[in-house]
Nanobody, 118 residues
Framework: HVQLVESGGDSVQVGGSLKLSCTGA????????MGWYRQSLGKERELVAS????????EYADFVKGRFTISQDNAKGTLFLQMNSLETEDTAAYYC????????????WGQGTQVTVS
């Protein structure tokens, strides 16, 4: 049974930084398209950033470009989201997502980690 587990959420002041982590099982992330999503109260879940494990290509939502960085450590089976210059609008639950092939074929979501900016 594959699980994604996020960590790193916290309460920070405007302008602060946080680094979120997402761990999976073994080397599964090397076979997955990965992404960070967020959902704030009363809003739909939205894509924040994505990472293509095949070529390392990254994409970002316009509202985080230049402030957030997605990265992956395949050896440790961990996905990261470095968040800088945080704004109150970044307050949300952040979710890790994986769409995988190979032995871990399937789509997965983590349980979310809360980021509060004030």
């Amino acid at each position: 049974h594959v699980q994604l587990v996020e960590s790193g959420g916290d309460s920070v002041q405007v302008g602060g930084s946080l680094k979120l982590s997402c761990t999976g099982a073994g080397d599964m992330f090397s076979m997955c398209g990965m992404g960070w999503y967020r959902q704030s109260l009363g809003k739909e879940r939205e894509l924040v950033a994505s990472f293509n494990s095949d070529d390392g290509h990254t994409e970002y939502a316009d509202f985080v470009k230049g402030r957030f960085t997605i990265s992956q450590d395949n050896a440790k089976g961990t996905l990261f989201l470095q968040m800088n210059s945080l704004e109150t609008e970044d307050t949300a639950a952040y979710y890790c997502a994986a769409d995988c092939v190979g032995w871990a074929k399937g789509s997965y979501w983590g349980q979310g980690t809360q980021v509060t900016v004030s």
